[in-house]
């Protein structure tokens, strides 16, 4: 694959369909919603469209437990919506990336029917069946979302492996006609004509040979299931077959969320040459947040170390430059909001820090991934009861840590939910200063943030220096300076625990990247730095040379 293709100019935005807008009044967000607001989307200066799962489901987990793969979920309309949402993205020149999840299926898809009805059928082996031992489970694996991953069925007297929720059932990549079944599937949608697919844990799909016990969790009977089964070993070959089957000769733009990927697994997934990936999310700058209590997983309330944030990009971009290709993220749907989490959602600094982030974020080497309302610098949801919370995976945390194990107490536990938990994420878009935000005339799915008086679409636009406007700005630049694309990167001062700063440079241009990742005034000198320097973009209105006002970020090129 040649170097300089339209998705690493590109940016992408996401779109978490149950919360973007409701359009008829249930309090879920919908198809005909979000092509209502497509020209939001676009002005915004968007390329790209990632629209999380929106096929038939029972919800277990929002949509990432499927049910038919062909359908779509009524919740969120019909295929004739989605047909329509396709058309009205491609008239404005905007592409849709769909979300695969085939790492597992819903228990109530007809596959998994079939298969858990016995152990000859032609579906018999499309999921992960094991014998008992001794009457219990085959092995010690933990799952994603607490819990043993092995499920009983009487009907074939066999445990089912499921890494996440009991209802999703992992299929069996070992059984051709099971990945057979996924490329037809997944061609199915291109050629209705999206124009890409985010696929979910796809680095899971390999299970090891040896399901052997793993090394329990402190505390726990439980042997994390994460670690053993990713990047396993038939994980490339399936994914030059899933490119040979349904990628290869389409112009499409992929990226294979990749939980535990190395550089080494990176380079193979998302290799320039290696014909399987365009991209993978990586994670490691999402675990990076203190961890005062190691039998509490990833639940805490710290903050992240600038040093060990500069680091690990660093090591990213440094790793993938000239072999493969970094995609970038500071959010998502399963991430708290990245404004309260790196930044300061305090009023005098939520604006400024916001911007700090988004230039540091897209002057990276990559293309960059917006989730819905980080252009507004929407906040995290500050929670205050239990009862405020959907998210399968911070209930079942509660009632585990706090209820059963009583290895923390209430309060603390709701502390590390408001700082971390999926929901932040997921609470309604803010548009306006109407009924819900805008969102919907009903009572939404899960609270809206309170803070949408101030924080909205609608006065977000109307203001010239917003976080909204500085987004166009910065997308617009990456649309036009090659250097963003294709220039090198080196850090400055790696030690700098206040301030991040990087150069960028090719053969042209050099661009030199300077962020104030803290709440004071800080003075540096970058000796890089000539006279006749520009100043490309700033969130302050004029330059003070070597003094940092808080949360400043300023980029210069020469
Ligand atoms: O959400 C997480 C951390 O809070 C991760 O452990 C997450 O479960 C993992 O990144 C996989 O995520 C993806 O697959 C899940 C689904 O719940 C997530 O929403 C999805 O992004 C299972 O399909
Ligand atoms: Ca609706």
Not at 4 to 12: I, M, S, T, Y
Not at 163 to 185: C, G, I, T
Not at 351 to 377: C, I
Request: glycine share 6%.
């Amino acid at each position: 694959m040649a170097t300089n293709q339209w998705w690493q100019k590109a940016v992408v935005y996401q779109v978490y369909p149950r919360s973007f807008q409701d359009s008829n009044g249930d309090g879920i967000g919908d198809l005909p919603g979000i092509t209502s607001r497509l020209d939001y989307i676009k002005k915004l200066g968007a390329d790209v469209i990632w629209l999380n799962p929106v096929y038939r489901s029972p919800g277990v987990d929002n949509g990432y437990d499927i049910s038919d793969y062909y359908d779509i979920n009524p919740e969120f309309g019909t295929m004739a919506d989605f047909d329509q949402l396709l058309a009205a993205a491609h008239q404005r020149g905007l592409k849709i990336m769909m979300d695969i999840v085939v790492n597992h299926s819903s228990t109530e898809n007809k596959w998994f029917k079939e298969s858990a009805k016995s152990k000859d059928n032609p579906y018999s082996d499309y999921y992960i069946w094991r014998d008992p031992v001794d009457g219990h489970a085959p092995n010690n694996w933990g799952g994603f979302f607490g819990g043993s991953v092995w499920e009983y069925v009487e009907s074939r007297q066999q445990y089912y492996l499921h890494s996440f929720a009991v209802e999703q059932a992992d299929l069996n990549w070992e059984n051709p006609n099971l990945r057979q079944a996924v490329y037809d599937m997944m061609n199915f949608w291109v050629n209705k004509g999206v124009d890409g697919f985010r696929l979910d844990v796809i680095n899971l799909i390999s299970k090891p040979a040896s399901f052997a016990d793993g090394q329990p969790n402190p505390g726990e009977p439980y042997a994390d299931i994460g670690p053993i089964i990713a990047n396993g070993p038939r994980l490339s070959e399936f994914l030059q077959e899933m490119n040979a089957n349904v990628l290869a000769g389409h112009d499409l733009i992929t990226v294979g969320e990749s939980p535990a990927a190395t550089i080494k697994d990176a380079a193979q997934s998302a290799g320039l040459t290696t014909h399987e990936l365009n991209m993978v999310f990586e994670f490691e700058h999402m675990g990076l947040d203190g961890n005062p209590a190691p039998e509490l997983g990833k639940w805490n309330d710290q903050p992240v170390k600038l040093v060990d944030l500069k680091a690990s990009l660093t090591k990213w971009q440094n790793g993938l430059h000239g072999t493969a290709w970094n995609s970038l993220y500071w959010n998502n749907h399963d991430q708290p909001r990245i404004v309260s989490r790196f930044g300061n959602d305090a009023p005098q600094y939520r604006e400024r820090s916001a911007k700090m982030l988004a230039t540091l974020l897209h002057f990276l080497q990559g293309t960059p991934y917006v989730y819905e309302g980080e252009e507004l610098g929407m906040t995290n949801a500050h929670f205050k009861k239990l009862a405020d919370y959907e998210d399968l995976e911070s209930l079942n945390a509660y009632h585990h840590f706090v209820d059963d194990e009583k290895r923390v107490s209430a309060p603390t536990m709701l502390a590390y939910l408001a700082h971390i938990s999926r929901d932040n994420a997921r609470t309604p878009m803010q548009w306006n200063a109407n009924l819900n935000a805008g969102f919907s005339t009903g009572t939404p799915w899960l609270k809206v943030n309170q803070n949408y008086p101030e924080i909205n679409a609608e006065r977000t636009l109307a203001q010239p220096d917003s976080v909204f406007s500085y987004y166009q700005q910065l997308i617009k630049l990456r649309h036009t300076l090659p250097v963003i694309t294709t220039g090198n990167y080196q850090l400055l001062a790696p030690d700098d625990a206040e301030v991040y700063a990087y150069l960028r440079q090719d053969d042209q241009q050099t661009l030199l990247v300077v962020c104030n990742f803290t709440a004071m005034a800080q003075t540096r000198h970058f000796a890089q730095l000539p006279a006749q320097a520009k100043l490309v973009i700033s969130n302050y209105a004029d330059d003070r040379g070597d003094q940092l006002r808080p949360y400043e970020a300023k980029v210069y090129e020469f």
